[in-house]
């Protein structure tokens, strides 16, 4: 479960240990954050809402249970599950990657679908069809991106948003045609044109994901502010 939770959020790889119940902070971290913890994984609610900059582990060894009983059960793991999935679909960063590739995923539905119904039913040059298809998977993937991925980094003014959506059409130009030299490179060394198609993407979806948190939806737009440099302690525990 920690691995699990390690790869999903990215603040819980801070501590080798996210799942941990001894842990110390400074109180001014938790000041004006809203908590909703569920079962008694206290710790991963704290790294994943608390404004802090680092994470330092502390050492120690504890000897083996012996006359107490774990709190582990699988009621408790579904309701750290259930946890998870509040936090997942609740906090904006928390697993910004996955809803990334998931906002991608729609783009390249809504591409494709758009190309078949115009040249299939609406009799347009595929050319124009595809342009048409981009465009819009493009529009579809900023609007979601700033309401999902993004949307604890939002602009102010339409100024600002206009901007923001020029710059992001204008990467995925460039992430267009990145896709196409990786496919055409990978095709040239003998990889399997479905492989080498499906490497493209990888790494397209990879440049698209860096430049945007970057460029177009960066942490300058992000009103979140931190505290201090180390203000948390997590008690990385070692079994004895």
Not at 74 to 87: S, Y
Request: proline fraction near 2%; hydrophobic fraction near 50%; charged fraction near 20%.
């Amino acid at each position: 479960m920690k691995y699990f939770t390690q790869i999903i959020f990215s603040q819980t790889r801070k501590t080798t240990d996210p799942l941990g119940g001894f842990f110390l902070f400074k109180k001014e971290i938790i000041q004006a954050v809203d908590f909703e913890p569920r079962g008694f994984k206290i710790l991963v609610e704290i790294l994943m809402r608390a404004k802090y900059e680092s994470v330092r582990d502390v050492p120690y060894k504890f000897l083996k249970r012996e006359n107490d009983v774990s709190k582990a059960s699988l009621r408790q793991g579904i309701e750290f599950l259930k946890h998870l999935w509040f936090l997942f679909c609740t906090l904006p960063h928390a697993g910004r990657f996955i809803k990334f590739c998931f906002v991608g995923l729609t783009g390249v539905i809504i591409n494709i679908g758009t190309l078949y119904a115009l040249v299939e039913f609406y009799g347009f040059g595929q050319f124009t069809a595809w342009l048409i298809a981009i465009l819009l998977s493009i529009l579809s993937n900023f609007v979601l991106n700033s309401s999902i991925t993004y949307s604890d980094r939002i602009t102010d003014g339409h100024i600002e948003r206009i901007k923001q959506l020029l710059k992001y059409c204008l990467l995925s130009m460039v992430v267009i045609v990145f896709n196409f030299v990786i496919y055409r490179a990978a095709l040239m060394f003998g990889l399997y044109y479905l492989f080498a198609a499906m490497f493209g993407i990888l790494l397209a979806t990879l440049l698209n994901y860096i430049i945007s948190s970057s460029l177009v939806w960066s942490l300058a737009a992000n009103k979140r502010e931190v505290l201090s440099q180390e203000n948390f302690f997590s008690i990385d525990n070692e079994l004895q």
